[in-house]
């Protein structure tokens, strides 16, 4: 893949590397690609084919490619404005990592998870990260957003005692064994649907309502790179990614405009879960504290355009 041209009122900081490959990506050093600049670039594609792309409104590239947006770290969203997410799956992984360093750069978490011993650990650490520190900035609770019931009393305690989100982010996750399919035990094949999909159901039911009344709101679905592929010993992991990337789809045709609502693929991080899939050799890849900036530039600047796109960190 190689740039083919420029516009000449391209405001690159920087070089601009195409990388080809499988997960070939460009990297961009000017986080207007992602604030809907008329920036226009032409990528000379593996069929020999270019392809005029506007940023940041073409899918079709952003399916295929790994954008990264690099620059002041500290930028807290388009405008600078701060914002309120919500964050399920918060006290380990990604939803851990993701939620410090949003609060590090001033930003409002709320969180939930199922074990509150990890939760009130986690509400120290977070104290700590935020900026400036602060103990009351932040609200997290204890949910099963497996359970309905659990995330309807969430939605009111959140609605009484922080308002309506800006963005949620469905980080709340769970894998089988490595195992055969005709293997898995019901129960855990039953467990990895209930909190992978059904928890994001739950949270897009009670939350949505709430966002519509404000006519504005992102929501980011957490798939993975097994809900665009299929691999051996985690089916129960791959439908329940699968059903992700086909539910955000549907959703995001029945939003009004204003909202948005995208899968995002992580990429492969080290992780539990990976670690239950992979043994040792998990530690090789990137940890959740390295992807977290990424993540965070890209989510803060998520806008009505990206509705229904499927993303990769």
């Not at 609605?159 to 982010?169: A, Y």
């Amino acid at each position: 893949m190689a740039i083919a041209g420029t516009t000449p009122s391209s405001p690159f900081l920087g070089h601009v590397p195409f990388h080809i490959g499988k997960s070939s990506f460009a990297q961009f050093t000017h986080h207007s690609l992602f604030r809907g600049s008329k920036t226009t670039v032409k990528v000379l594609l593996p069929l020999g084919k270019f392809t005029s792309i506007w940023f940041p409104q073409s899918q079709r590239f952003r399916q295929r490619s790994r954008i990264h947006a690099t620059g002041n770290p500290s930028m807290r969203s388009a405008g600078g404005a701060i914002r309120t997410l919500l964050i399920t799956g918060v006290s380990r992984g990604l939803g851990k990592a993701l939620a410090l360093e949003l609060a590090k750069r001033g930003h409002y978490i709320i969180g939930c998870a199922r074990s509150q011993d990890k939760l009130n650990a986690f509400q120290t650490e977070l104290a700590s990260s935020t900026n400036p520190p602060s103990e009351n900035k932040h609200l997290l609770m204890s949910v099963d957003v497996s359970l309905n019931s659990s995330v309807e009393e969430f939605a009111r305690a959140v609605m009484e005692k922080k308002g309506v989100p800006d963005i949620i982010v469905n980080c709340a996750g769970t894998i089988n064994r490595n195992n055969k399919l005709w293997e898995v035990p019901a129960e855990e094949f039953d467990s990895v649907i209930d909190t992978n999909l059904k928890g994001t159901a739950n949270v897009l039911r009670y939350f949505i309502p709430l966002m519509l009344e404000k006519k504005q709101g992102v929501i980011v679905n957490m798939s993975s790179g097994w809900g665009r592929s299929g691999a051996a010993q985690v089916a129960p992991y791959c439908a329940s990614k699968w059903a992700i990337e086909g539910l955000t789809a549907s959703v995001a045709k029945e939003l009004p405009p204003g909202m948005a609502a995208v899968a995002l693929n992580p990429g492969v991080i080290y992780t539990d879960m990976l670690q239950s899939c992979f043994g040792n050799s998990a530690s090789l890849y990137q940890t959740p504290e390295s992807w977290a900036p990424k993540a965070a530039n890209m989510i803060l600047n998520l806008t009505m355009a990206d509705n229904g796109a499927s993303l990769s960190v």
